[in-house]
């Protein structure tokens, strides 16, 4: 069974920054294609960013240029770099292994961790 666990998240003002982790258990962890995920209040959950196991990355629109994924294979982490930060990206934010580039999400959720971006 795969733990995920995300960190990093917090209060930030208009035009900051934060970067978000996420631990996940198991040595499948370097196979595996990641993915960001965000839900904000009475929205469906949507995937933002992705990452394969070769360091190829995917973004959505709404996030292109701002926000950058990455992973460190050796500490089974993925992290989110989160700039130029506005009102519109509070979310909770989660973590998720993918069935393909930008796929469908494989295993249960983590806790996610609250971003709120408000002056």
């Known amino acids: 069974q795969v733990q995920l666990v995300e960190s990093g998240g917090g209060l930030v003002q208009p035009g900051g920054s934060l970067k978000l982790s996420c631990a996940v258990s198991?040595?499948?962890?370097?196979?595996?294609?990641m993915g960001w995920y965000r839900q904000a209040p009475g929205s469906q959950r949507d995937l933002v960013a992705s990452?394969?196991?070769?360091?190829?990355?995917n973004y959505a629109d709404s996030v292109k240029g701002r926000f950058t994924i990455s992973r460190d294979n050796a500490k089974n982490t993925v992290y989110l770099q989160m700039n130029s930060l506005k009102p519109e990206d509070t979310a909770v934010y989660y973590c998720?292994?993918?069935?393909?580039?930008?796929?469908?999400?494989?295993?249960?959720w983590g806790q996610g961790t609250q971003v709120t971006v408000s002056s």
């Open positions: 998720n292994r993918l069935t393909s580039t930008w796929g469908r999400p494989l295993d249960y």
């Open positions: 198991g040595s499948i962890f370097r196979l595996s294609i």
């Open positions: 990452i394969t196991s070769g360091g190829s990355t």
